[in-house]
């Protein structure tokens, strides 16, 4: 079977371009639900504080583990909002999907030219395909992770990326140079927004090391050293920028993330669940397609593509903390590859039954009248072959779409929802909001907008110092939910009445200055908590505190919003319900 050939790679049209980038902005419009708490705590949140001077930093910020080059972008866009008059209005939100819908386009459209780059201009297509119909990056790619633009870079830096060919020779010319420094500058960038980035380019790097003489990999050293340092003082002045002071927040990742294990704290999971659960859910039905192309002896291609996805995930799957968006940089590389099989199955399904040649170039001389069934002058095509391909792309679209929609519009979508109330309640304003829910459930004033309301939540701090015996630290929701009743007696103000409320100052608070040892604790302190405006909770606290807990205390039911069908977390089962203190009563 003859396939198409690969030519110079050529840039999808300008019309084309432009409908990704339309389809990627209706993507990111729909989206309403929560995936991670990371798309708001460390990044919109970090940007809201550093603009506008009021928001939360996590523990990360405080100890310097995250650099602030991701949040920077959207710091520039609040920025630019509050210069404009506009950070009133719904822009807050909008912007930073559109930014982001913007990188998710680059990505798409790298992971057509990664594709065309390694595989031909049939492959591209499907490639692009992949990219566009994936629920995966339609769920999470268009959300203001950092490994969500990570992403993005990786798909043009390997694009970029000299990779070698079997029985090619490497040979480092003038483009090729060129494309490599192109390539090791968005690696650079990848790498400052999640160091994790850099096992791609380790692997990728060694194996083309071994491709070259001694004075090609001498001049690649010297430029992977050159870029390398530029990319390192970069990241150094815009930390100094955020944190007032140098540091090296790689060293502190690594320092915290591996040597001291606190990512641990955060779940465990099994060395294989990048195999049974991570790469299933990531590539989804796609796998069938992109696992040919790394195992099909005739999947053509350059070498070490197999390498890098199994290699880097071997590597991922030897720390202990797993998820699924930490794959997600494979992305481009994998439905590329997927790509490339659904044209050879495009191919096999144009093929003659009885010369097993591609009907686009089969000899008409050949299918003579006469000859089996054969009137129109062309080969007889199976018309199951047809069928059978056009009944699995009907299957990766129909799948992917289920998917896509329920989890980007359905599944926790209250938790966001409830946000957007309280951003445009005006009761809200001038009080307090306590969320008694597992931490980071919701975003934060990233998304409520509103310097006048105190806003407090459950922490979660992990145990920083060594020196702390991991196996008994509890964090504070882990105390509340130990027993919520008890949690209340201990380290809630006395209740107060809440009738004539115009008189009431202390519901603007959600805390005073009284702190509380913990018992078995002694790392922390809880800061006493007093009952505000507004009490946001998760319908699954009444199965414990009781249905009329807070009614008794004389709050109502102001707003409830569907969440979830299920949930892996049992106290974030159930509808998101928000509790206001009663207006005045005679």
């Known amino acids: 079977m003859r396939l198409k050939t690969r030519d110079s790679p050529t840039f999808p049209s300008w019309i084309v371009i432009a409908c990704i980038i339309g389809f990627r902005t209706y993507n990111a419009l729909l989206i309403k639900t929560f995936f991670s708490p990371d798309e708001y705590w460390q990044s919109l949140e970090i940007a809201h504080e550093y603009v506008f001077g009021y928001g939360h930093l996590t523990w990360e910020w405080t100890?310097?583990?995250?650099?602030?080059?991701?949040?920077?972008?959207?710091?520039?866009?609040?920025?630019?909002?509050?210069?404009?008059?506009l950070d009133d209005t719904e822009l807050m939100i909008i912007a930073?999907?559109?930014?982001?819908?913007?990188?998710a386009a680059v990505g798409d459209v790298y992971t057509f030219m990664l594709a065309q780059k390694l595989f031909g201009k049939g492959p591209s297509k499907w490639a692009l395909f992949a990219s566009l119909v994936s629920f995966f990056n339609f769920f999470c790619g268009v959300r203001t992770f950092s490994n969500s633009i990570e992403t993005s870079l990786t798909a043009v830096a390997m694009y970029y990326w000299p990779w070698t060919f079997p029985k090619v020779k490497m040979a480092l010319t003038v483009d090729r140079i060129r494309d490599l420094?192109?390539?090791?500058?968005?690696?650079?960038?990848?790498?400052?927004?999640?160091?994790?980035n850099a096992i791609i380019w380790m692997y990728l790097g060694f194996?083309?090391?071994?491709?070259?003489?001694?004075?090609?990999a001498s001049l690649v050293v010297v430029r992977v050293l050159f870029i390398g340092s530029v990319a390192a003082a970069t990241s150094c002045i815009i930390d100094h920028q955020f944190y007032n002071e140098w540091t090296f927040v790689p060293y502190n990742f690594f320092k915290f993330n591996l040597t001291q294990g606190i990512a641990s704290f955060y779940g465990i999971h099994t060395w294989h669940w990048y195999l049974s659960q991570g790469i299933p859910i990531v590539l989804f039905t796609f796998i069938p397609a992109t696992a040919w192309t790394l195992w099909s002896r005739t999947r053509g291609g350059p070498k070490h593509v197999r390498g890098v996805i199994v290699g880097t995930?071997?590597?991922?799957?030897?720390?202990?903390?797993?998820?699924?968006?930490?794959?997600?940089?494979?992305?481009?590389?994998?439905?590329?590859?997927?790509?490339?099989?659904?044209?050879?199955?495009?191919?096999?399904?144009?093929?003659?039954?009885?010369?097993?040649?591609?009907?686009?170039?089969?000899?008409?001389?050949?299918?003579?009248?006469?000859?089996?069934?054969?009137?129109?002058?062309?080969?007889?095509?199976?018309?199951?072959?047809?069928?059978?391909?056009?009944?699995?792309?009907?299957?990766?679209?129909?799948?992917?779409?289920?998917a896509a929609f329920y989890l980007g519009v359905v599944h926790q979508r209250g938790v966001v929802d409830v946000m957007t109330w309280l951003r445009r309640d005006d009761g809200t304003r001038g009080n307090g909001v306590l969320f008694l829910m597992p931490c980071h459930s919701t975003p934060?004033?990233?998304?409520?907008?509103?310097?006048?309301?105190?806003?407090?939540?459950?922490?979660?701090?992990?145990?920083?110092?060594?020196?702390i015996d991991k196996s008994a630290y509890l964090d504070e929701a882990d105390i509340f939910y130990a027993d919520p009743k008890a949690f209340i007696e201990t380290y809630f103000a006395p209740f107060k009445e809440t009738r004539y409320v115009a008189n009431r100052t202390d519901l603007k608070k959600t805390q005073t200055d009284v702190l509380f040892n913990?018992?078995?604790?002694?790392?922390?302190?809880?800061?006493?908590?007093?009952?505000?405006?507004?009490?946001?909770?998760?319908?699954?606290?009444?199965?414990?505190?009781?249905?009329?807990?807070?009614?008794?205390?004389?709050?109502s039911q102001c707003a409830r919003f569907f969440n979830s069908h299920f949930h892996d977390d049992s106290r974030r089962l159930g509808d998101v319900v928000v509790y206001c203190v009663q207006e005045e009563q005679e």
Request: net charge positive; aromatic share 10%; hydrophobic share 45%.
């Open 63 to 85: 100890h310097r583990v995250r650099g602030f080059a991701h949040p920077m972008i959207f710091a520039a866009e609040f920025k630019a909002l509050e210069l404009a008059g």
């Open 96 to 103: 930073p999907k559109l930014i982001q819908a913007v990188f």
């Open 181 to 196: 420094e192109i390539s090791l500058a968005c690696a650079g960038v990848a790498c400052i927004l999640r160091p994790t």
């Open 207 to 216: 194996n083309f090391m071994r491709e070259l003489d001694f004075r090609a």
């Open 313 to 402: 995930v071997v590597v991922y799957s030897v720390i202990a903390h797993k998820e699924f968006r930490f794959v997600m940089p494979l992305l481009p590389l994998a439905l590329a590859a997927a790509g490339n099989a659904l044209y050879h199955l495009q191919v096999y399904s144009q093929t003659a039954v009885d010369d097993k040649t591609p009907t686009a170039t089969a000899d008409a001389n050949s299918v003579a009248v006469g000859k089996k069934g054969t009137r129109s002058g062309k080969p007889k095509t199976s018309w199951m072959r047809r069928v059978a391909f056009r009944a699995a792309l009907g299957g990766l679209v129909v799948s992917n779409a289920i």
């Open 444 to 467: 934060f004033h990233s998304h409520v907008h509103k310097k006048d309301v105190e806003m407090r939540f459950l922490t979660c701090e992990p145990p920083l110092d060594p020196a």
């Open 518 to 555: 913990v018992p078995g604790q002694s790392s922390y302190q809880i800061q006493q908590f007093v009952w505000p405006s507004r009490v946001v909770i998760f319908a699954a606290l009444l199965d414990t505190l009781g249905r009329e807990y807070f009614i008794e205390r004389g709050y």
